[in-house]
Each structure stands twice: as C-alpha cells, then as structure tokens.
C-alpha cells in the first residue's frame, strides 16, 4: 500500500490528538485524586478516624473533630465540587487552544 | 385567627402555586417529559435537585434521628454521609453520564454493557430501590396532613396523589423541575426560620450554624458543652463524642450513604436536564450549597431542641417537672402519640431519665424534635403552619421525582429501548404519562397499605442504590474492561447480599421471626449493623464484577468508543 502525502498528515495528527487526550486524561486524573483524598480526609479522616485527638482542639465552643463531622466536612465537600468544576473547565479550554495551535 | 385555618391557608396557597406552576409547564415532547428538554439552568437544577433529594426524612426525621436516636455526634453518619455523595456525583458519575446524553440511568447500563439483560437488572434494581423510598414519602404525605390539617391519614394521602398525579403526569420533567424549585423555597424557609428564632433565645447569635458553637445567652458556658453536662447527669452518654455502634460501623454506614446517594436514579437524572456538562459539574456544587443550608441547620435544631426538652424537664429548683406544670405544647403533642408520660413512681413528677427502669418520658419520638420546634420555642402560629407546608413540599417533591425515574425506566427503557422499540415519539410519551399515573397510584396504594417493609424503607433504598447502581456506573465509566456478564453477575451479587444481610436482621421483606439463618448474634458482621451495609455490597459487586469479567470475552469495540466518547473533554459538538 502506497502512503498518499495526505495520509501521513492525517497519521501526524491523529498522534498529535492522542498525545493531547492522555495529557488531558493525566491532568484529570490527577485533579480527581487529589480532590478524593481531600474529601476522605475531612470526612472519614477528621470526622471520624482521628475526632478524638481533634476533640482537644476547642473552635468556640465546638470541639474540632465534632465540628469537621456536623458541619466542616459539608463546608469542604461543596469547595472541592466548585474547585473541581472550575479546574474542569481550564483544562477543557487549554485542551481545545492546544488543537487549535496543532492545526495551524 | 385559628391555627387550623391559618395551616390550611399556607398550605392551600402552596398548593395552588404548584398547579400553576403545572398548567405553565406542559411537556410537548418525551425530551420535555424526560429530561425537560435538557434546557435548565445549572442553579436552577441545583435547587430543584435539592428538593428532589431532601426527602420527608430529612425534613421531619432528621434533626430528631441525630438528637435522640443517634445522641448527637452518632448522628454525624447522616450528615456527612447525604453530603459527600456529592462529591462522588459530580466528579465520578454526572459529567460523564450528561456526556453521554440519553434519559435514564438503565439507558446507560444497557449501552455500555451492550445487553438488554444489563438493561432490564438496572430496571428492576432501580425499580426496587425507588418504591421503597416514595413510600415513606407517601406516608410522610399522609401523616403531616393528618397531624397538622386533622383530616385523617387516607384523606391527606388522597389529596398529596391528586397534586403529584396533576403535575407529574401533565408536565414530566419539565413540570416537577419547576415545582421542585418552589417547593425549595417553601421548605428551606419553613426549616431555617425556626431554627433562627431558636439560635437567638438560646445563644443571641441568628444563624444556627455559628450559635450551636456559642455560648448560651447570658453566661459564659458553651452550649454544647452545657448539653454534655446535663445529659450525663441524667444517666445519658456525652452528646459530642459518643459513637454510633463502633468506629468501623460509622466509617461503614457513611460510606453506605454517601455511595448510595451517588447512585439512586432519581437524583442522577436531574443532571440530564442541564445544557452542558460543565453546567453538570457546577450544578452538583449548587445542589449541595442549597442542600448544605437544610443540613447544617439540622445539627443545630439537633442541639438546641435537645437542650430545651432536657431544660423543660428540669424545673427551675433542679427538680422534675410537676405534671401540672406540663407546657401547653407538651399536651398537644401527647394527643399525638409522638409523646408519652408515665408517672411510675407517683411522685407527681416526670422524670427523664437514660434508665428504662426509672425514665417517666416513655416516649419521645424523633419527629417531634422538628414538629414541635416552634412551639417548644413559643413562636407565632404561622411559623406552625408554615412547617407544615415545608414538611408536604419535602415529600411531595421527592415523591414526584421518584415516580419520575421508575416511570421513564418503564416507558423507555422497558418499552421504547427493550420490548417495542418501533414505537412512535408520540406513542411513547403517551406511554410515559400513563406509566406515571400507573406509579402514581401504586405509589398511593402502598402508601394506604403499607407493606411490612415500609418500616426500613429510606435506609433500605439507600443499601440498594449504594450495592446494584452505584458500582455498575462507576466500572461502566471507568473499567473498560468489565463485560456485560461481569456487570450483570455483580449487580445481583451486590443486591442479593444486601438484602440477605438486612433480611437476616429484620425478617424476610421484614415479617419479624422469619430470619432464615436462625438467631444470629445482631450485627454480626464486624458489628456493622443492617443501614450501614450497603459498602459491604458495593464491594462484593465489585469484586465479582471483576472476578466475572477476567474470565469472560473482552467488551466489543463500540464500548471502547462509547468510553472514548466519554472521557473527551467538553461537550459533543
């Protein structure tokens, strides 16, 4: 089989798109575990596993660990949603300017 | 004014909004019916998904379950558990499902795992875990009519299915998103007013969240540390550390919780109702800020009702209370049956004691703790009626967007994608309005006749979701390599172990003294008791899944570029 010139331009760019896919893919990947290890931490982690040693720590009239249960897990969970989106949507944009700089 | 009318004119007036609400948002087409045309704004969404998701259960039971049920920081499974779902949701499940961009949550199971089977198990696990959570809300329905409007327990249920039936079967989707929204707002305001009052009187700080860590009004002692004391002195353990079961049993029971809450298909679809899947992602976070606002009050109510019940009890000379000196809403209450006094030892006076033996308030149901808020809190009667009104938005709401997912998992994934796939667009929606009168009234049905079960239904639904859905969407996204057999064998692996364990506790489909196994010690699985299992049966699906998959042909080449479809960045285009 003969390789026409257009055949090797649209090979180079499949490569091109691939490479940028498992970048991205890298990229998501590691925002999502990042964000999951947060989000055991505050909760299974703070919450639960360690309260008693957080219970020590007063914050007002709360004790720590009793709090990060009843009400600062909730607080970091909606941050880590909301971070997450925003990071989401930067990676997308980046990922399409790429494309856009392959092609040119 | 009398508070009879008043309730009727707040709740008449809820009502009427409703149906309005209805008649302006006909559904026209099955996109409109299913996914409400897939045109909703992400904050919109987020409060309508808000409402979809705060059931009767945690409106009316809540507060009460972490304050009396689970002695306070026990309860703490609840919140974190309902909450961090969320999380799972929008990072692992709704982006990828709003990507893929069809109505229902078997739509997907069946693509993905190339099978009708597939389909028909996610159908039938969906169906499961959705009655069994409209029927507490039906009997929610019923039982706030009852108690609030004093008409009896069949009236109200026939009223609440009338409205449900009017918007749910006219106006799909599109029609219980808009009336979602309202009924948002009616029940945020009926469950943060009081606890606003309450805050103020105890600790003089107006939001409940920063007052539940202040201290009491006029004196230097932190409420809760206030709380901790009294209750131990009355024979109780402390309310900020004692644990639910053991600490395995908490980690178990909230991630039951939180991986159930990521998989129940009533709340997954509402993320098929946004433009994009960005707007999926951001409207997950809007969903849990408007959620956040009813769950971080809650443990505040929590408190603070546990604290004015302990002090009611306790007369001002530290003595019990008098019988004759009972509050007029402690009388009230007890013409319920959510309240009972016994006075054992006829001193005249009502002890409240953690001793069985010697404890006089012998019942204190965890309902009364939001029911009776404001009047233990002396607060006006349109506060009253007005709870009333957000206790029937609360399971109204959820009712609708339960009938919502098992009518369109039988209208089109049992009919359209499975039995009679040459049916006609207009045909099918046909189908889809009378699959939801159909459900409407079943669910009406099991709510006059509430079936042995009904007693466990919300955590059991829960236990359902977190071990059959939960994980067949997580490796349907995720793990390419899990095959059809894979997914259909750990489906009903997971399910079935579920069940067995919950009806090894409580009898089979509940009937008591029907456990197949004979006595078994209770909790015998590493102490982790029946609501929390849901993780031990995500894990065994998991596990099967997999074992199932190595063992079985490869998934065909559509699937690979299903999930390539998938993991691309943005939007289709």
Known sequence: MRLEKGDVQRMAEVDNKNARRAHFSAQVRGLMLKL???????????????????????????????WFAQQGSIFVFIALIFYFAAVMSRLEREYRERGEGAEQ | MSLTVLTYLVVGFTFALYIGIAIATRASSTKDFYVADGGVHPVANGMATAADWMSAASFIS????????????????????????????ALL???????????????????????????????????????????????????AFSRFLETDYETGLGIGMLIVFFYAVLGGMKGITYTQIAQYVVLITAYTIPAIFISLQLTGNPLPQLGLGSTLAGTDMYLLDKLDLILVDLGFQEYTT?????????????????????????????????????????SAGWALVFIAILYTTAPAIAAMARLNIVDTMQASDGQALLIEDKPAWFENWE????????????????????????????????????????????????????????????????????LLAISSAISHDLLKSTYMPSISERAELRASRIAMAVAVLGAGYLGLNPPGFAAGTVALAFGLAASSLFPALLMGIFARGVSREGAVAGMLAGISVTLLYVFQHKGIMFIPGTSFMGDMSPNWFFGIEPNAFGVVGAAVNFGVAFFVSRVTAAPPSEVQELLDFLHEPGDAT
């Open chain 1, 36 to 66: 999951l290890v947060i989000w055991f931490v505050v909760s299974f982690g703070f919450g639960i596993l360690l309260v008693e040693p957080l219970n020590e720590i007063r914050l007002g009239g709360y004790k720590l660990g009793f």
């Open chain 2, 62 to 89: 809540m507060a009460g379950l972490i304050a009396l049920s689970y002695n306070g920081y026990g309860g703490s499974v609840f919140l974190m558990g309902w909450t961090g779902g969320y999380v799972l949701l």
């Open chain 2, 93 to 143: 499940i709704a982006p990828y499902l709003r990507k893929y961009g069809k109505y229902t949550v078997p739509d997907f199971i069946g693509e993905r795992y190339y099978s009708d089977t597939a389909r028909v198990v996610a159908v039938i696990c969906l169906i499961l875990c959705s009655v069994t959570y409209v029927i507490g809300q039906m009997k929610g329905v019923g039982v």
């Open chain 2, 242 to 282: 004692t644990l639910r079961g053991s600490t395995l049993n908490m980690v178990a029971f909230t991630a039951s919780l939180m991986i159930g809450t990521a998989g129940l298909p009533h709340v997954i679809i509402r993320f098929f109702t946004v433009p994009s899947v960005a707007a999926a992602r951001r």
């Open chain 2, 335 to 402: 013409q319920t049956g959510l309240l009972k006094v016994e006075d054992l030892n006829g001193d005249g006076r009502i002890e409240y004691t953690a001793d069985p033996e010697t404890n006089e308030l012998t019942k204190l149901d965890n309902d009364i703790l939001v029911l009776a808020n404001p009047e233990i809190a002396q607060l006006p009667n349109w506060v009253i009626a007005l709870v009333a009104a957000g206790g029937l938005a609360a399971a109204l709401s959820t009712a609708a967007g339960l």
